[in-house]
């Protein structure tokens, strides 16, 4: 939807890994450097750890876009806890071999014989595990053992592991993973964004979709994103994903502190009623309530209808309160049309001030609601591609 409003030709803030938008930062470039130093090497392990939303996939992207796939034969695999026996089939299938059963013997020829043949042709291989994190110790030394794998003196496998923290710990720390430590032949932990990067990260993303200042971005507003998501990458998009939208939905051609205030604390109510796990935000002072969490897969069109409904209903009932006060109150006279006195004409503009203040929150409460229950439609219809036409 915003990409429209604002003339983008591609959504700049999309949370799936894309090297087009790769960015590199100061710790992005090291690790680069060093997967660009192991991949030299061309055995043994190279370990890259960050936290959730750092960047790792989409490194991983950039560095798919630059090998040679005639030179380098890449599988990867995403794990979730996998024991070592299960790992070995999940090897096996990411590299394309069609194994019957569950033997895992029967899995590891066909591995150590694929990769064999590859070494014949003149191809070398790398395994890239991502959330290893996820994998128990067996798993980890399956992995080890894969690394032993040769054809002579020659090296058959290299494997590019990804984590979050907790693996770097797990690496450095625990006895049975000796051998497997000794095989790292390098090691990086992608940093989160510093202030001046979450700027010029924004700036660049924007610029790959054509954006020429529209919406305007000030800088205290850069400032503030960069304390509410950490230098996350993956928050950065999170937010700027929200703002661009509420932008397009109140067709602001600037994007506000107040506004970033706003989606913060949406999104914090989310998080803290289990609509959202994706995350932590720090908290924004906001002028209203926040809207209810709406769960962004449950959301048919009768519970929409019947909330807009409801919320014509309030604004319908609310103006009629308007003007029904402005009229009692623009004569200055009483129900039976009687002149009132300086105090009580007094008493009545201040219920009347008091009144109209109360509306406006209510009024306030509702275009918060109604703008977080569209919000949420919208990103449940752009999430699967099928939705298009609703």
């Known amino acids: 939807m915003y990409e429209q409003f604002y003339g983008f030709t591609a959504r700049p803030f999309q949370l799936t890994p894309d090297p087009q938008f790769y960015f590199e930062s100061v710790s992005h470039k090291k690790a680069m450097s060093y997967l660009g130093y192991g991949l030299g090497q ?32 890449v599988a990867q695999v995403v794990t979730s806890a996998l024991d070592g026996a299960e790992l070995v089939h999940v090897v096996a299938q990411a590299f394309g071999l069609a194994v019957e059963g569950h033997d895992k013997a029967a899995a590891l020829g066909a591995i150590e014989r694929f990769l064999q043949d590859e070494a014949r042709a003149g191809r070398r291989c790398l395994l890239v595990v991502d959330e290893c994190q996820n994998l128990d110790l067996a798993a980890l030394e399956e992995l080890r053992m894969l690394s032993n794998f040769q054809l002579g003196s020659h090296p058959l496998l290299q494997s590019l592991l990804l984590g979050q923290p907790e693996f770097r710990r797990t690496l450095a720390h625990h006895p049975d993973l000796e051998q497997l430590r000794q095989r790292i032949i390098a090691s990086h932990h992608l940093e989160a964004l510093d202030e001046n990067e ?25 400032d503030a994103l960069y304390r509410q998501t950490d230098g996350i990458p993956r928050r950065v998009n999170q937010v700027m994903n929200r703002l661009l939208l509420l932008g397009a939905i109140e067709e602001r051609g600037e994007l506000t502190l107040a506004m970033l205030g706003d989606v913060v604390a949406e999104m914090a109510a989310d998080q803290t009623r289990g609509a959202h796990g994706r995350g932590d935000l720090r908290s924004a002072p906001v002028s209203s309530e926040p ?16 909330m807009l409904a409801d919320r014509d209903a309030r604004t319908a009932e609310l103006e009629a309160a308007i003007s029904e006060l402005q009229a009692a109150g623009s004569g200055h006279r009483d129900a039976e049309g009687e002149a009132l006195s300086p105090e009580e004409v ?30 949420m439609l919208i990103e449940w219809l752009e999430e699967d591609p099928s939705r298009e036409a609703a």
Do not use: C, N
């Not at 809207?291 to 019947?306: D, H, M, N, R």
């Open 291 to 306: 809207a209810p969490a709406v769960a962004a897969g449950s959301l048919p069109a009768t519970e929409v209808a019947a």
């Open 346 to 375: 007094r008493i009545a503009e201040a219920r009347i001030a008091a009144e109209l203040e109360r509306i406006e929150a209510r009024l306030e409460e509702q275009e918060q609601s109604f703008r977080h229950v569209l919000t």
């Open 198 to 222: 979450v700027a010029a990260y924004v700036r660049h993303r924007l610029g790959h979709v054509g954006w020429s200042g529209h919406p305007d971005l000030t800088e205290e507003l850069l």
């Open 42 to 73: 061309g055995e043994g392990f190279i370990v890259i750890t960050g936290e959730v939303g750092a960047g790792k996939s989409t490194l991983v992207a950039h560095l798919m876009e630059r090998i040679d796939p005639a030179a380098l034969t």
